[in-house]
């Protein structure tokens, strides 16, 4: 496969993840607010944290001087000049599908052009001005129809692995800037005063993990029950270890897994990712700190994306910096060796 078809894909499979998780995350918010009451009087606890989990904070506050729940939502839904808006998520996973349209199937590339056309449509418009809720649905549904048809029509070849690869990272992500806007808050249950029962629900929602987890944990709202579920649980589709799984299985089948020396730098970084995930507890977790946990496996996944790049992507390149026929052979290690080394210069330039 050619290097750009598998950055296209994988990218496509990210955005469209990323415009879910936004939907997600602004309808789970709205029904918040109908349920807070008086503590909904102010909007920017609320909407504040949207924001931080969207990495948004300094470009919004470049358009608005206040955070107000009707400004947040219009900024993250269908603004044209916020790059991670759900309008511009969409058209970027339209045109990424676009370049590798002889790759991927025509009701995969109608699914995707199909929400595109909607969202630029003065009906996506009109319908989140007067009816946010079914703007989010609509949005969602879409999202659903996307994995179900890529999971139906997609070839269980590299373009399937390359496109778990990007859905599954984007959802790790996510769930990780999720479980961080509730880190402040306060561990303990009603009755005490400083439980937030509301906001621990909201958590659950946002991720569609609500009747997963109910039928998971006798105690319903644990807020430690609930990250642990979230972080560590391996069999919710959703959850930081199911991710981290999917794409260990997806890169072993890309690359193989063979001797240490042999791997390449994606399988390393993402295998002891996988086994810090496997045999942490929460209560390690949380004697860490939360926050700093998450701050952490944030880190990590940026090294594993930049290799994904390195080692897919940038191959060609690097290949040719490394070359010399005017030396011996290298063996396979030492090749993949000289390949990381060299990547481990570009980071630090």
């Excluded at 992500?173 to 249950?189: E, G, Q, V």
């Excluded at 942490?280 to 990590?300: A, W």
């Amino acid at each position: 496969m050619l290097s750009r078809v598998a950055d296209s894909i994988y990218w496509m499979a990210r955005y469209m993840e990323r415009a879910e998780n936004l939907s997600r995350l602004l309808l789970s918010t709205q029904d918040l607010l109908l349920d807070a009451g008086e503590e909904a009087a102010d909007e920017s606890q609320f909407w504040g944290p949207i924001l931080m989990t969207t990495g948004d904070e300094e470009r919004y506050a470049k358009t608005y001087p206040t955070i107000e729940g009707e400004l947040v939502a219009d900024f993250l839904a269908l603004r044209a000049d916020n790059p991670n808006s759900i309008l511009n998520c969409v058209r970027a996973a339209r045109e990424n599908a676009r370049t590798v349209r002889d790759q991927i199937s025509d009701e995969l590339w109608e699914c995707i052009n199909g929400l595109r056309l909607f969202l630029e449509s003065p009906e996506a418009a009109a319908l989140h001005q007067s009816q946010r809720a079914s703007f989010y649905e609509r949005v969602l549904v879409a999202s659903y129809q996307f994995q179900g048809i890529a999971s139906s029509t997609t070839p269980r070849d590299e373009s399937w692995h390359f496109l778990r690869l990007g859905l599954c990272l984007e959802r790790a992500d996510k769930t990780t800037r999720l479980i961080d806007t509730c880190s402040a808050i306060s561990f303990d249950m009603p009755p005490n005063p400083l439980a937030r029962p509301l906001r621990w629900a909201a958590l659950l929602r946002s991720s569609s993990a609500w009747h997963a987890f109910q039928a998971y944990s006798s105690n319903k709202l644990n807020p430690a029950d609930i990250v642990e579920y979230l972080l560590l649980n391996d069999t919710f589709p959703r959850s930081f270890a199911w991710c981290i799984e999917a794409m260990h299985t997806a890169l072993i089948s890309l690359c193989g897994s063979g001797r240490l020396e042999d791997m390449k730098a994606p399988v390393r970084l993402l295998g002891r990712l996988r086994a810090d995930i496997a045999y942490i507890t929460m209560e390690e977790v949380l004697k860490e700190g939360l926050h700093e946990f998450i701050d952490q496996l944030q880190s990590k996944l940026n090294d594993i994306g930049a290799s994904f790049f390195q080692t897919f992507v940038n191959y060609a390149d690097i290949t040719a910096e490394i070359e010399d026929t005017s030396s011996p052979a290298l063996s396979v290690g030492a090749w993949h060796k000289a390949v990381d080394d060299n990547m481990q210069i570009q980071q630090q330039q």
